[in-house]
């Protein structure tokens, strides 16, 4: 069960969390004037990053907030972790991980 | 290729068992092939298979970073069936249980096909009425599907728990009797013997580091960890790290990749008959030949490579199974293992020409690939030979997606399945 570190509460038991998939995906302003395929992009389209993802939890049995975490998806292990909102925070090069 | 029978036992086993050879050779790659299969499990090698026998390419390779069958082939709980709501799962699935019914005659390789009976359980009105529905869709289709009530479901499965004091009571199961189980290893052993005796080349250790194209952006080879290999096609089969493979050829695709747990317990004697599912309760659990349970649970929460997960899952899964089944309480468990699992916005797998001339792609079958590795293998075999899908796998492109034509078994069992 992976630790997980709250902005707003500290760290809590995975259990606590509910994943909220990829980070930084902004709705589009004007969905009308998207075609058919920058939609999909949008609604289907993941990186599925294998290395630094950037990811939203939401801390479903707790603060009910969302916020953002960097996890390297090689070895689960979390980089940071800052609130919804804010830019991800710049890591120093991690040996063998990829962006 | 050294032919297995009752009778060639015999005659090895009057030399002590002395004369048996390796099963496929130890490939090295040459500088070219005519195709190239990128993923050494089940679906990978059924592919060079059907491309050597039905196809006539035999002079194609399978290139596999570690050594075959040891991905999600080798990690999954074996369940077989074809009960899916929609027209062209019911197609897709149904052609591979078909093919698994002689697949051990075929391939000369008992790959252990056990039809014993898949029965999935449920637990509320809404599962009752889509598990109907299920029923009804797949008797259209042409695929097995019956309507169990508590008690019949009993006496199908007598260790299930069908009182109505636990947590989630049993209200009614779907039977699929021609659903079943086989022995993974040797589905990915089969197909590698089976393929190497009509020329392919197997090539372990050999991951793919990058794709070569020509002046059009057609593939015209690979990179990889053991030098460059010529060809004009690829078939990419590569599960859990399909988007890492075709990001190398700078293809998306709409996959996210989760790890998917299974666990089994110490041996013991044969106690269970069939093969039990609860998409509600996330459970599923068979006994083995061996005497192990084999027992399954859904996706961790969250995407990963590490091929492992939280115990939490399967304890959870393990609260479920001890419900519905009290004489397993005292059972111990042996092993948990993880493996890693693409899993598409509609659950249903991408078995499809790519964007790019050359590339081909079977992936995004989440967590239920094992099924399907005899049918995906042998329509994948064909679109790649013939550089265009075949009719049960032309709605499994990469384009519906954008066109809105989800074949959404996601909606459909309303869980990952």
């Known amino acids: ?99 | 290729m050294q032919r297995f029978s009752a009778f060639s036992v015999f005659r090895r086993g009057l030399s002590d068992h002395q004369g048996w050879r390796p099963q496929w050779r130890r490939a090295a790659p040459k500088a070219s092939y005519d195709a190239v299969i990128v993923g050494g499990g089940g679906h990978g090698l059924g592919a060079a298979f059907y491309l050597a026998k039905e196809h006539g390419l035999t002079n194609i390779a399978v290139v596999e970073k570690g050594w075959i069958g040891g991905g999600n082939t080798g990690r999954n709980t074996t369940i077989i069936r074809s009960n899916y709501l929609f027209d062209e799962s019911a197609a897709l699935y149904d052609h591979s249980v078909k093919l698994w019914e002689d697949l051990s005659q075929v391939l000369n390789y008992n790959v252990m096909f056990s039809p014993r009976g898949v029965m999935m359980l449920a637990h509320n009105v809404h599962d009752v009425q889509v598990f109907k529905r299920h029923v009804h869709a797949n008797r259209c289709n042409g695929v097995d599907n019956e309507w169990l009530t508590p008690e019949q479901a009993k006496e199908f499965c007598p260790p299930l728990n069908i009182g109505q004091d636990i947590r989630y009571p049993i209200m009614g199961a779907a039977l699929q009797r021609r659903g079943g189980t086989a022995r993974h290893d040797a589905v990915a052993w089969g197909y590698a013997r089976a393929a190497d005796a009509l020329g392919v080349d197997i090539i372990e250790n050999c991951e793919v580091t990058g794709f070569l194209k020509d002046a059009h952006g057609a593939i015209e080879g690979l990179q990889t960890s053991r030098g460059v290999i010529r060809t004009k096609k690829v078939g990419v089969s590569a599960a859990g790290n399909t988007s890492a493979v075709l990001g190398l050829a700078g293809v998306a695709l709409p996959l996210e990749s989760y790890p998917l747990q299974a666990l089994v317990s110490e041996p013991v004697k044969p106690a269970f008959p069939c093969v039990v599912m609860s998409n509600t309760i996330h459970a599923y659990i068979s006994q083995s030949d061996k005497g192990e349970l084999v027992i399954g649970a859904g996706t961790d929460a969250y995407t990963s490579y590490t091929q492992r997960g939280g115990l939490h899952i399967n304890t959870h899964t393990l609260d479920a199974i001890c419900e519905l089944f009290p004489m397993f309480r005292r059972m111990q468990m042996l092993r948990n293992w993880g493996g890693i699992v693409d899993v598409t916005p509609d659950r249903s797998p991408i078995i499809a020409k790519t964007p790019v001339p050359g590339l081909y792609v079977n992936c995004g079958w989440g967590t239920g690939g094992f099924k399907a590795t005899p049918g995906s293998a042998n329509v994948f075999a064909w679109t790649i030979a013939r550089d265009e899908p075949h009719p049960i796998n032309a709605p499994f492109n990469i384009e519906r997606f954008r066109d809105g034509f989800l074949i959404d078994e996601a909606a459909a069992a309303a869980v990952a399945h």
């Open chain 1, 1 to 99: 069960m992976l630790l997980i570190q709250c902005p707003y509460c500290g760290e809590r038991p995975e259990s606590e969390f509910a994943y909220g998939g990829e980070a930084h995906i902004a709705r589009p302003l004007r969905p009308a004037e998207l075609d058919d395929q920058q939609w999909a992009t949008f609604l289907y389209m993941r990186r599925n990053t294998k290395g630094v993802h950037a990811e939203r939890w939401r801390h479903a049995r707790g603060c009910n907030r969302f916020f953002n975490a960097l996890r390297d998806t090689t070895t689960d292990k979390f980089l940071a972790f800052y609130k919804a909102g804010e830019q991800p925070p710049a890591l120093n090069p991690i040996p063998g991980a990829t962006r």
